[in-house]
């Protein structure tokens, strides 16, 4: 009995490991982006072009990891009630400056069902300096502050100091042609 035993216990892990584990290498187009792997890593859709010109598609495992989620291919529903596209590459902020996305993404339909890609998002507006839960408050019309801020994206150089006696109003004359 203990090898007949010990077999099915083998059979079910891997069988397990075979079918119960996404693996973002393995996904199609239609299912990669907003996707968690079984290892918590967030697959991104990524294009290469081959030397022929031909473009292919592929789903690479990205270094972001996705908190308290695991094994997760994103649902349609919350695909279309955040404002997504499957076809989006790679994983950027750059959408939070749309104000129809940050919308939709703020929306009780998006932010209030869709954990996986508040998720994403929380961390991507983090990375900004910007708390995604208080710009969803102030998108009311009154988000543009943390919009110019992720626009900024940091700090700005401090102005230089001038010596004292330097007037900007009248330039060098102009350099020979």
Do not use: W
């Amino acid at each position: 009995m203990a090898p007949s035993l010990a077999f099915a216990l083998a059979f079910a892990l891997l069988v397990n490991g075979v079918i119960g584990n996404i693996e973002c290498e393995n996904l199609k187009k239609e299912s990669c982006a907003y996707a968690v792997s079984s290892s918590g890593k967030r697959c991104v859709l990524e294009k290469h072009v081959r030397r022929s010109g031909v473009e292919e598609y592929a789903c690479a495992t990205s270094e972001i990891v996705a908190d308290k989620l695991k094994n997760l291919i994103e649902s349609d529903d919350c695909i279309k009630a955040c404002g997504l596209d499957r076809s989006a590459l790679g994983i950027s902020s750059d959408s939070l400056l749309e104000s129809c996305f940050a919308a939709k993404l703020c929306s009780n339909e998006c932010y209030g069902k869709c954990p996986n890609i508040v998720d994403l998002y929380f961390n991507l507006a983090a990375g900004e300096g910007v708390y995604l839960p208080k710009f969803c408050e102030t998108k009311g019309g009154k988000g543009r502050r943390e919009m110019t801020e992720i626009k900024s994206s940091g700090n700005a150089a401090e102005s230089p100091e001038y010596p004292k006696g330097v007037n900007f109003l009248y330039s060098p004359s102009p350099a020979p042609f």
